[in-house]
T-cell receptor
Framework: GAGVSQSPRYKVAKRGQDVALRCDPI?????LFWYQQALGQGPEFLTY????????KSGLPSDRFFAERPEGSVSTLKIQRTQQEDSAVYLC??????????????FGPGTRLTVL | DAKTTQPNSMESNEEEPVHLPCNHS???????IHWYRQLPSQGPEYVIH???SNVNNRMASLAIAEDRKSSTLILHRATLRDAAVYYC??????????????FGTGTRLQVTL
């Protein structure tokens, strides 16, 4: 499998629980993005990594959301004290570096989070 | 950020061409026009992109107006597998690969037999 993988595919959490969502990007892809997609809406940007450096976290909705990519490959999105409004599909995407706007983003299948 | 406007939904018959419009009247000179699509229960996938000239690839064609204020994604022969939400996105050349994708609500394409 050469694509972006995400796990788990589905996660049900009780309100107040912490969750961790994992993303395995395509090998060699320097850039990694997280997006949040609410039901019936387009994906919305959360955060961006270049290697292990988190260069943009302007889309994270609150300080309960935290993302890391410690070794520049696998990334984890953590949500603390989940709320019902956090229910959404969380998408991860990776792309080659190089500064070329032509570099497409390759998306994983997403993790559907449901907070009860 | 420059904004795009697309119809909420369109329908097409299988094996017929489909023209998906996108308006981007505030596009800047350094904005590329990208199209992604999202099939049901999947992440978005890249379709095509262009700057000024019309573009063709194995999936689709992109026709860009001379003033760049609008563009049209053309699927030459729609199949049932093309049923998806299609997003028209502007990406700034200046920020390059680091630029996030700003999705709108897209156009939901329904393809019928």
């Amino acid at each position: 499998g050469a694509g972006v993988s995400q796990s788990p595919r589905y996660k049900v959490a009780k309100r107040g629980q912490d969750v961790a969502l994992r993303c395995d990007p395509i090998s060699g892809h320097v850039s990694l993005f997280w997006y949040q997609q609410a039901l019936g809406q387009g994906p919305e940007f959360l955060t961006y990594f270049q290697n292990e450096a988190q260069l943009d976290k302007s889309g994270l909705p609150s300080d309960r959301f935290f993302a890391e990519r410690p070794e520049g490959s696998v990334s984890t999105l953590k949500i603390q004290r989940t709320q019902q409004e956090d229910s959404a599909v969380y998408l991860c995407a990776s792309s080659l570096a190089g500064g070329a706007v032509e570099n497409e983003q390759f998306f994983g299948p997403g993790t559907r989070l449901t907070v009860l | 950020d420059a904004k795009t406007t697309q119809p909420n939904s369109m329908e097409s018959n299988e094996e017929e061409p489909v023209h998906l419009p996108c308006n981007h009247s505030t596009i800047s000179g350094t904005d590329y026009i990208h199209w992604y699509r999202q099939l049901p229960s999947q992440g978005p996938e890249y379709v095509i992109h262009g700057l000024t000239s019309n573009v063709n690839n194995r999936m689709a064609s992109l026709a860009i107006a001379e003033d760049r204020k609008s563009s049209t994604l053309i699927l030459h022969r729609a199949t049932l597998r093309d049923a998806a939400v299609y997003y028209c996105i502007l990406r700034d050349l200046i920020t390059g690969t680091a630029s996030k994708l700003t999705f709108g609500t897209g156009t939901r394409l329904q393809v019928t037999l």
